[in-house]
């Protein structure tokens, strides 16, 4: 019997690995999901739809409403839902139920974070018939559409929803292609056909006839089990390879490979302003000069990953590259360092001033970091070291890793965050975002807080004029850049490998998360 399996290396409440099949077998499908991460929209997104999607030119396109209008002051959105919708329990796809999901986002038992954040404009959503909902808004908020396209604001059945958290994380109901059939922890999740499924986004054709009708998502933690389990066929998908199976892929041969950077933010190592010694601007300085990011990036991703310079994704058409301001230059590190007062050492290297060694926490979280990145920090740690800081780096599970940031221990952290549009700079960096959402998760670990980036930021979040608002998103990522808040790595990465008898998997263009729907085993 044809197979078609995929592997993903987190979970939601609902996620693991997953293998699919043809529709006379199953599929299977493995990835990691937490709560707060990008990695349940990889599951979600099987079994969820939004209310407007983006297509392949990034451009928002309907989906679960089939229109939508804005008030000339932008503080009231009408969305029209597409009539005769239901979820796979039979609720109605209504108004009603686009309210319920948007005040169980906002409701502080809910302790939504990313999802709590995309909606925080809403001030109420109004019923004005079964089809129209009407967003009343703080605030006029340009990112509105980019916030609902996105798969942690997918909508669910307000009956789901009402069965308790525990029960929802387990099988959430939506209007998606796939069902939650099973889940056993830590081992699989199993996947079925929504039979009825015709709410496809805007420009996208159904799923074929002959598309796989099962999915088992199943849990390989270790990348090079995952990576054997594909070659033998035993699977059909995996994400998170290793930069070394993505460059054997490339050669050619049986399995292909799919490369859909995330957009939004990069991935970059933010440096806490609130808190010595990144407080001093100059220290931040010397410490980005100080570490030699091109050649850890070009040493340790063979390839698979090219060096960014900026805050934005370049996945972002918005996106503006400082090479200058990230340039590797001990001797300006040193130079740096020595007008600050860190010039003497202790017997280690390390540099002191009033008796205090130049230390600076770094934590880890071992469950959104691979491998690479963290040889990556590695080799930052050493060039750091030469410099005389001492980066203590500490590897931790999700649960301790959002621990130390919330109490603000740590001095540097790489904090993978997605959201669409340059929006995502006033989540990650304006002032309001040092204040922590209800589930006590704030986004701006840099804790910077300059009016003068603020002001930028407020017209990227509130402006409807695509000029004014390109204009704030390149004045803002420039003073980002100038404040020396953060040290840029990479794209956040988003790699599948998949066998080539598999027909119509692709990424889809929100987040980048694997689209299902579509997949066909070639008969052998």
Not at 177 to 188: E, H, I, L, N, S
Not at 328 to 352: F, H, S
Not at 369 to 395: M, N, R, T
């Amino acid at each position: 019997m044809q197979r078609f399996r995929h592997r993903s290396r987190a979970a939601l409440c609902t996620g693991g690995h997953a293998r699919l099949r043809d529709r006379r077998c199953r599929t299977h499908l493995s990835r990691p999901a937490r709560r707060r991460e990008l990695p349940q929209a990889l599951l979600g997104s099987q079994v969820l739809e939004s209310l407007v999607g983006l297509d392949e030119k990034r451009e928002i396109v309907p989906w679960l409403a089939e229109k939508w209008q804005r008030s000339s002051d932008g503080l009231t959105w009408d969305f029209t839902l597409k009539p005769g919708l239901t979820f796979t329990d039979g609720t109605p796809v209504d108004a009603a139920a686009v309210k319920a999901n948007i005040e169980h986002l906002q409701d502080p038992k809910t302790a939504s974070s990313t999802g709590y954040l995309a909606v925080q404009q809403v001030k109420r959503v109004e019923v004005v018939s079964p089809t129209v909902a009407r967003f009343h808004l703080v605030r006029p908020d340009a990112a509105l559409l980019e916030s609902l396209a996105q798969p942690w604001v997918g909508i669910e059945s307000p009956k789901g929803i009402a069965r308790g958290q525990e029960a929802n994380c387990l099988a959430p109901v939506g209007t998606g292609p796939f069902t939650v059939a099973k889940w056993a922890k830590q081992d699989r999740i199993e996947l079925t056909r929504n039979p009825d499924y015709r709410s496809a986004p805007q420009g996208t054709e159904p799923p074929p006839k002959n598309a796989v009708q099962k999915v088992v998502w199943r849990f390989i933690p270790d990348a090079t089990s995952r990576y054997a389990a594909l070659q033998s066929g035993e699977v059909d998908v995996i994400d998170n390879p290793l930069p070394d199976q993505i460059a054997q892929v490339e050669k050619g041969g049986a399995i292909a490979h799919v490369n859909a950077p995330r957009p939004g933010a990069s991935n970059r190592i933010e440096l806490n302003t609130a808190q010595a010694p990144f407080d001093d601007e100059r220290v931040r300085k010397a410490f980005i000069a100080s570490v030699n990011v091109n050649a850890a990036v070009d040493s340790l991703f063979e390839g698979t990953a090219e060096r960014s310079s900026s805050a934005l994704s370049s996945v972002e058409p918005l996106a503006l590259q400082s090479k200058n301001a990230y340039v590797y230059n001990p001797r300006i590190a040193n130079d740096l360092l020595d007008e600050a007062g860190w010039t003497k050492r202790d017997a280690d290297g390390v540099r002191v001033k009033d008796g205090k060694r130049l230390e600076v926490r770094f934590p880890v979280s071992t469950e959104q970091s691979v491998p690479a990145e963290q040889a990556l920090f590695q080799q930052l740690q050493a060039g750091a070291k030469e410099a005389g800081f001492d980066v203590k780096i500490s590897l931790l599970d999700l649960s301790s890793w959002y621990g130390a940031l919330g109490a603000h221990e740590y001095e540097m952290v790489s904090a993978p965050y997605t959201k669409i549009g340059p929006d995502v700079l006033r989540f990650l960096y304006h002032s309001d975002a040092t204040v922590p959402a209800p589930s006590g998760y704030f986004a701006n670990h840099a804790m910077i807080k300059d009016p003068q980036l603020d002001r930028q930021l407020d017209i990227i979040g509130t402006d409807s004029d695509p000029t004014r608002r390109a204009a704030a998103a390149k004045s803002a990522q420039e003073r980002i850049a100038q404040l020396s808040i953060i040290l840029p790595l990479y794209d956040q990465q988003n790699h599948f490998l998949f066998r080539s008898d598999l027909r119509g998997f692709r990424a889809l263009p929100t987040v980048s998360t694997p689209v299902l729907a579509d997949a066909i085993v070639a008969a052998k």
